[in-house]
């Protein structure tokens, strides 16, 4: 995973201004993550959010919930460097690693110690062997009753599904930022960092987590590929 697009500066700064921001339902998929945490861990005092970016998820969960810290892991420097600056008024609550997730996350925490685990976007980038051992390592990391929520980028059931997905996409993304649409889509279709997405279907994903141990597994919230998952130990 180290060596993937998002070590460039430029790829980072696009995603954080232009793409982050304009992800369709991105305040629901948020406002999802915080209703099942609150079900399932109203009163979490460690969160552990992995591939970070510039924290923003980590961000929500430590203003709703005061009295938590956070442990941040990103692999991409400059993610790392954003999430420095974005996290600031936060500095003294949490920690923020530069840490690749093909390598163990158990590095960062004691097991059955962290109550809940977000992640943002960054999954899919791993194979899907790595994946799998990731979500039991998660597992393991998680205080009984703790939970993991994932609010990712899956595959679609049919490539037509897929195609859809793509025209939606490239118009929500061309509105919000009002842009050509053409010129969206050329931009879409070529972007550099495509080739690090690994995809895989939300309802095998959920099924992995089963076979793992997590109950009340099960997407939450779905527009198109973009999926809010996860369970609870």
């Not at 552990?48 to 203003?63: F, H, K, P, S, Y």
């Not at 996409?169 to 972007?191: G, P, W």
């Not at 959920?206 to 997590?214: T, Y």
Request: glycine letters at 6%.
């Amino acid at each position: 995973m180290s060596n993937t697009h998002w070590q460039r500066q430029d790829i980072t700064n696009h995603y954080l201004e232009q793409v982050r921001g304009a992800v369709p339902f991105g305040a629901a998929q948020t406002n999802m993550m915080l209703q099942v945490v609150n079900h399932f861990q109203p009163t979490p005092t460690r969160i552990m959010d992995l591939g970070c970016g510039n924290g923003i998820l980590a961000e929500v969960l430590l203003q709703t919930y005061p009295e938590s810290t956070a442990i941040l892991v990103d692999h991409s420097e400059p993610m790392v460097e954003a999430a420095r600056l974005h996290m600031e008024p936060y500095k003294q609550r949490c920690e923020i690693f530069h840490g690749d997730l093909y390598q163990s996350i158990k590095q960062f925490a004691n097991p059955n110690s962290v109550d809940c685990i977000i992640s943002g976007y960054a999954i899919h980038h791993l194979s899907h062997q790595r994946k799998k051992e990731l979500y039991k390592e998660i597992y393991d990391l998680l205080a009984p009753g703790g939970l993991f929520i994932n609010v990712e980028h899956t595959a679609s059931a049919t490539p037509e599904l897929e195609r859809l997905h793509d025209e939606l996409f490239i118009s929500h993304l061309a509105t919000h930022n009002k842009q050509d649409r053409e010129e969206v889509a050329t931009a879409y279709f070529q972007r550099p960092d495509k080739d690090d997405n690994i995809l895989e279907k939300v309802d095998i994903q959920v099924d992995w987590l089963r076979k793992i141990g997590f109950n009340h597994a099960d997407c939450y919230f779905k527009w198109m590929e973009l999926a809010v998952f996860g369970g609870v130990k």
